[in-house]
């Protein structure tokens, strides 16, 4: 059973950073993909970034590129998103999830979530 629990969203101005974690636990975590999503008010919950744990290796989708970055820290079992030049349109509750195997985008592919972090963009 893998457990994920999100922090580090909150209110921002625009162009600002923010670096959300998600902290991972659970057993054989080097098997595991895990990935950044986000749903936005009135919309479908939208893959922003993934990374394969045991080497790294990272994807991204097209409207994150750029401007957000994920990374992992082995030694403390923690998934960040380090997230740059912050839109008012980039406020939503973004999630950690975890799964087995190979890479997706597709939220219904991941088994494990996260309960979700606010981020919200606004001067």
């Known amino acids: 059973?893998?457990?994920?629990?999100?922090?580090?969203?909150?209110?921002?101005?625009?162009?600002?950073?923010?670096?959300?974690?998600?902290?991972?636990?659970?057993?054989s975590l080097s098997m595991y993909r895990l990935a950044w999503f986000?749903?936005?008010?009135?919309?479908?919950?939208?893959f922003l970034a993934g990374i394969r744990w045991s080497d790294g290796t990272t994807s991204y989708a097209f409207s994150a590129k750029g401007r957000f970055t994920i990374s992992r820290d082995n030694a403390k079992n923690t998934v960040y998103l380090q997230m740059n030049s912050l839109k008012p349109e980039d406020t939503a509750v973004y999630y950690c999830a975890a799964k087995r195997g190979s890479v997706s985008d597709y939220e219904g592919a991941y088994d494990y979530w996260g309960q979700g972090t606010q981020v919200t963009v606004s001067s």
């Open 1 to 27: 059973q893998i457990q994920l629990v999100e922090s580090g969203g909150g209110l921002v101005q625009p162009g600002g950073s923010l670096r959300l974690s998600c902290a991972v636990s659970g057993p």
């Open 38 to 46: 986000r749903q936005a008010p009135g919309k479908e919950r939208m």
